[in-house]
């Protein structure tokens, strides 16, 4: 068959747009797809670094009735795996952020100034505060560089440099924590650094012979992956967070990283003495839960006994051989190291990892100690579940993951921030009945509730206490809240992360 | 007798202009869209590869159908274009007015500039081709070469 010079130019014009052209442009995502699937940290030898504390931030100034901080957000280096420099976008430079100690009812300001090349936004987690103070996802803090990169929302309350944010603290002691919340890209900044502690202390704790000082630790959990040369690895769509939001699809169902830190360092190792320790465990992971569990198991008795959760002490301790800790979870727990001889090294594990991620961190009990502290069988003051038959309203909200690139809903709805999904009145108090599928940590902000029921039956083990954030694989949970405090339009959402940035979330407005 | 012939030939010549110049138009309108697809691709392909593979395969289409109406169109590719755009367009707004369906429901997805502008092609590449369809397929077909 003879082809004319017009048949030839139209064949390789075909060829070209219909062909060549899209194929040509497929190269760079499935190159992408392959490499995010391949990259694994650089190896690190477990329980080698000393367990870092944050640093308690000072107040610049107080007054009567207020202590007065401020924070930088910016870029720094940190050297998490040895050898390595990381950069990190931290609260005053570091990962996690330096710490706030708070008093129950003294109110903190925290001026946060951006000097990131992105906006941020600050939410305190657990906090009960005003809405404008509440860190809503579209309430940014532009760069101070002026530079706005992406603008996907307009709506929010939009400030250039700085932000004041206004913590009343009109709530029991707890440990809390703060970390970024921007709309869409909450995910990857919080990975890269933004988080932080914030702990409200009251008389009644002050009263309890818990220990304390040394032997009251934080250990933040996270989990990440480093490229080769030591860098954070995070699956962005776009990594300069200033277009595109979002994961590479077989990130879909959250970041899980392949190294386990916690307070910022690798499987780090903490020496302890023959005596109880307060270990106040926050899930700062974007995705991972983890089953807790010592190993090996003291001889006698329990591996943790829980003192509080969320939202503060319990009334009574309750003993656990495992804790499952979802993200943004927060268990407060006792071990007592007394149990173990001196040169004992006691493995913190996770019962749900495999190979690197099913270690956490190390303990050697590596003196004899005194002990003075102990474990009253009352803890918090007794503070009656709110009355199931006085709730105003039973509301039904359905959690479904995105899967094969389809959005992460809540009713089957993706996120609008001009749509409320629920108006609750100040100081009623409401069932929600919440549906998960597959696996989602749901928070709730504003509010600290109580889990009613899961399934039909009874509350799960891990369920005690105020909390604000339910981690349900599956089924559903009844939880009773009281919308007290502040009016105002808040947010609630899945705690993964990256089920967050791809719309899982909703607003309610107390009114 | 020469101007009569020069006029008739003019009359003659003006709807082949006229197909020609609306089956340029409609060719740069498809190749406008497939751009605008490929533009999206990679984003659309790393975050869903299933609606990365829609758009490739709308890519693919609207090239072929661009090259095609360059070079002299035939009555089924004016057909197939306008299935192909009437589809996308339908596509676009079933996602957009009713939803990306999904388990027992649908989710609605949100309006952007980039893929209101490809579908505002879209439409006006469909009104192109229907009017091609309405003229003599002389007027439209080039001369075999």
């Known amino acids: ?511 | 007798m020469t101007v009569t012939t020069r006029r008739n030939a003019e009359q003659i010549a003006s709807p082949k202009i006229a197909g020609r110049r609306l089956a340029v138009g409609a060719a740069g309108m498809a190749f406008a869209s497939e751009l605008i697809h490929l533009w999206v691709l990679p984003g659309e392909f790393t975050l869903a590869p299933m609606r990365g593979a829609f758009f490739l395969l709308v890519a693919m289409a609207q090239g072929a159908l661009a090259v095609n109406l360059l070079f002299g169109p035939r009555r089924w590719t004016l057909r197939l274009g306008l299935i192909l755009n009437v589809a996308i367009v339908a596509t676009w707004a079933f996602t957009r007015l009713v939803g990306l369906p999904m388990l027992i429901t649908f989710v609605r997805l949100p309006v952007g500039w980039l893929d209101l502008t490809a579908t505002a092609l879209e439409i006006a590449l469909i009104a192109t081709l229907i009017a091609l369809r309405r003229m003599d397929p002389s007027a439209v077909a080039r001369t075999r070469g």
């Not at chain 1, 064949?11 to 992408?32: C, D, F, H, K, Q």
């Not at chain 1, 409320?420 to 902000?445: C, S, V």
Request: aromatic letters at 10%.
């Open chain 1, 1 to 511: 068959m003879k082809l004319s010079r017009r048949g030839f130019l139209r064949l390789g014009m075909l060829g070209a747009a219909s062909v060549a052209l899209p194929l040509g442009r497929m190269i760079g995502p499935m190159n992408e797809l392959a490499e995010a699937g391949a990259v694994t940290s650089p190896p690190v030898e477990p329980f080698q670094v000393p367990l870092p504390i944050p640093p308690v931030l000072k107040p610049v100034r107080s007054d009567a009735s207020a202590d007065y901080y401020e924070m930088v957000q910016r870029e720094a280096t940190a050297e998490i795996l040895p050898g390595y420099r990381t950069t990190i976008w931290g609260y005053e430079g570091i990962f996690p952020g330096p710490t706030i100690e708070a008093r129950s009812g003294r109110q903190v300001i925290i001026r946060q100034r951006n000097e990131l090349p992105v906006p941020v936004v600050t939410h305190l987690h657990g906090g009960v505060t005003p809405p404008e103070s509440d860190g809503y996802p579209t309430d940014l803090i532009l760069p101070v560089s002026g530079h706005a990169g992406a603008m996907h929302h307009h709506s929010g309350a939009v400030t250039h440099g700085t932000r004041d944010y206004v913590y009343p603290n009109q709530q029991r002691a707890a440990m809390l924590w703060y970390h970024d919340h921007r709309m869409d890209f909450t995910g990857p900044q919080v990975y890269r650094g933004l988080a932080g502690l914030y702990i409200i202390r009251d008389e009644i704790e002050d009263a309890l012979p818990l220990p304390r000082g040394e032997r009251e630790v934080p250990l933040v959990i996270t989990d990440r992956t480093f490229t080769a040369d030591g860098e954070l690895y995070y699956p962005s769509l776009d990594p300069t967070l200033q277009g595109r939001p979002g994961v590479v699809s077989s990130f879909a169902n959250g970041m899980f990283g392949d190294t386990i830190l916690v307070n910022g360092a690798p499987w780090p190792v903490l020496e302890v003495g023959t005596a109880r320790y307060r270990l106040r465990l926050l899930n700062a992971s974007n995705a991972r839960p983890y089953l807790l569990a010592l190993d090996p198991p003291p001889p006698n008795g329990p591996a943790f006994i829980q003192i509080g959760s969320d939202g503060g002490l319990l009334e009574q301790p309750i003993p656990h051989d495992e804790i499952l800790i979802a993200p943004a979870e927060r268990f407060d727990v006792v071990v007592d190291f007394g149990q173990y001889p001196v040169g004992t090294s006691v493995r913190l594990v996770n019962r749900e990892g495999v190979g690197p991620t099913a270690e956490v961190m190390r303990f050697d009990v590596a003196r004899r100690e005194e002990e003075y502290s102990e474990i009253p069988d009352r803890l918090a003051r007794e503070e009656p579940l709110p009355d199931p038959s006085e709730a105003m309203e039973v509301r039904r909200f359905q959690f479904i993951a995105g899967f094969f690139g389809w959005p992460s809903t809540v009713n089957f709805r993706i996120f609008d921030p001009n749509r409320i999904a629920a108006r609750p009145r100040l100081d009623t108090t409401e069932i929600w009945e919440l549906h998960a599928d597959p696996e989602h940590p749901i928070h709730l902000h504003l509010v600290q509730f109580r889990v009613l029921s899961r399934n039909g039956g009874p509350p799960g083990p891990w369920d005690a206490g105020w909390k604000d954030t339910v981690f349900m694989r599956g089924g559903s949970a009844q939880v009773i809240a009281r919308f007290s405090g502040y009016r105002g339009k808040y947010v609630f959402h899945c705690h993964n992360l990256e089920h967050e940035d791809m719309m899982m979330m909703e607003n309610f407005e107390v009114v």
